[in-house]
């Protein structure tokens, strides 16, 4: 008996281990400049590699070890919540060459960074970036008070060669979010109650109409659901990955 436990501890020692050190999923997108990989590291965070830069977006020290991940040239920081302005993982990741950008709300905690407000439009490193609203327009706190308040929340367009991609960041189906233009690749968040239902992506989408979406920040949101509306929709391909 003793040695069936012993050897069951031994056989889910072994299958944690396999999981720990399972990679992260990765894509590659084509663009007329080299190609783009993406790397889910979870929940809200990715890490890009671009003309031979690494770009981290809202890094959380929770998710990943830091320290084995290749330094930051670019960080991208959404708000200022904890999962997405992580101090620890922003000293781990930031050398004296790296440049962020963040919000205003988020400088107050971050110094030496480029501040972008809602509707900013700028080069950065050589990526034309441009910062969208990211709130709510419907999820509120018990107080009354929305998770996200409008104009303390930046998404960011970010255009690699002739493809653009937007990181949403948390927000909710807003109208800015539905005048994109020429999207090519799209994270939108599907975490409940701080962002969107799968009905509010679907909305979103179906009106600026990214050629890939990435569902991500979904937490125990059922990504079929998303799935299942946009199955009539044969111009947005739809692609889970563990995020």
Known sequence: M???????????????????????????????????????????????????????????????????LPKADLIFITHHHGDHLDLKALKEMRTKKTVVVLTETCAEKVEGAIIMKNGDVRMVDGIKVEAVPAYNLVHKRDSGQFYHPKGEGNGYVL?????????????????GMKALKNIDCAFL???????????????????????????????DTDTSKLVELLKDNKDIEVRIRKM
């Open 159 to 175: 255009t690699f060669g002739d493809k653009r991609v937007y990181i949403a960041g948390d927000t909710e189906n807003t109208p």
């Open 189 to 219: 968040p599907m975490n409940l109650p701080y962002t969107m239902t799968p009905e509010m992506v679907a909305d979103a989408v179906s009106a600026f109409q990214p050629k890939v979406l990435y569902p991500y920040h979904y937490g």
């Open 2 to 68: 003793r040695v069936g436990f012993i050897l069951m501890l031994f056989v889910l020692f072994f299958a944690l281990a396999v999981i720990a050190k399972e990679p992260f999923e990765k894509d590659v997108i084509q663009t007329s400049a080299g190609d783009l990989e993406i790397t889910f590291i979870g929940h809200g965070t990715l890490m890009f590699t671009f003309g031979g830069k690494i770009i981290h977006i809202d890094p959380f020290s929770r998710l990943a070890d830091y320290s084995k």
